[in-house]
């Protein structure tokens, strides 16, 4: 896959976005996202409102970017943006979706509809993405298969983040994998 446009910017632009970023998500371990303004994050990290701006549009254009950084970081930890389609893999990707919604479910300071819907909107994007990625080769559209996928891998973490009393995250994942694979097994 390509490089992220981070890895282009001025050492300076990432220290900043980067003191921005631990800023927010700070502050999202302390208070919910509906309730966070700008001036917390420019006072948290201690910049002024002009600077802030010179990166994001506003708070929701920040979330969307958190979302984006933290989750592509976990795919990248696990190679996954470089690989192919394979069952390994999927039950990789899968693992990882479920991990970085229940932490954030953890983390986050009571997640509402709001923040729940950006984060959605943002992971599912970059499953779609990864799994077409893997999929390029295919002779036939991979589209709907990994719109499918896609749905089924978010509901999947999503019902597993949201439970009270988890199960064991190796088990729900081999349990869940047969039913996104199915899917995708005669496009790869």
């Avoid at 254009?61 to 976990?74: A, P, R, V």
């Avoid at 693992?95 to 997640?111: G, I, N, S, Y």
């Avoid at 709907?144 to 995250?169: D, E, F, N, Q």
Wanted: aromatic residues 10%; hydrophobic residues 40%; neutral net charge.
């Amino acid at each position: 896959m390509l490089p992220s446009l981070d890895e282009k910017l001025d050492p300076r632009v990432k220290r900043t976005r980067g003191l921005i970023l631990q800023s927010f998500e700070n502050l999202l371990a302390e208070k919910n996202f509906e309730s966070i303004s700008v001036q917390d994050i420019t006072d948290k990290a201690q910049i002024n409102r002009a600077t802030f701006y010179a990166h994001f549009q506003d708070k929701y254009t920040l979330l969307d970017y958190s979302i984006n950084q933290m989750f592509m970081q976990e795919i990248d930890k696990r190679t996954l943006n470089i690989c192919t389609y394979n069952t390994d893999n999927l039950r990789n990707l899968i693992l990882v979706v479920c991990e970085f919604l229940a932490r954030l479910h953890t983390d986050c300071v009571q997640p509402h509809n709001q923040f729940e819907s950006f984060v959605e909107t943002t992971v599912k994007k970059q499953v779609f993405d990864l799994l077409s990625y893997w999929l390029r080769n295919s002779k036939i559209s991979t589209e709907l298969p990994a719109t499918v996928a896609t749905s089924a891998i978010y509901g999947l973490a999503s019902h597993y983040s949201h439970r009270k009393k988890r199960p064991a995250l190796d088990r729900f994942v081999d349990e869940a994998l047969p039913l996104v694979a199915i899917n995708l097994e005669q496009f790869a």
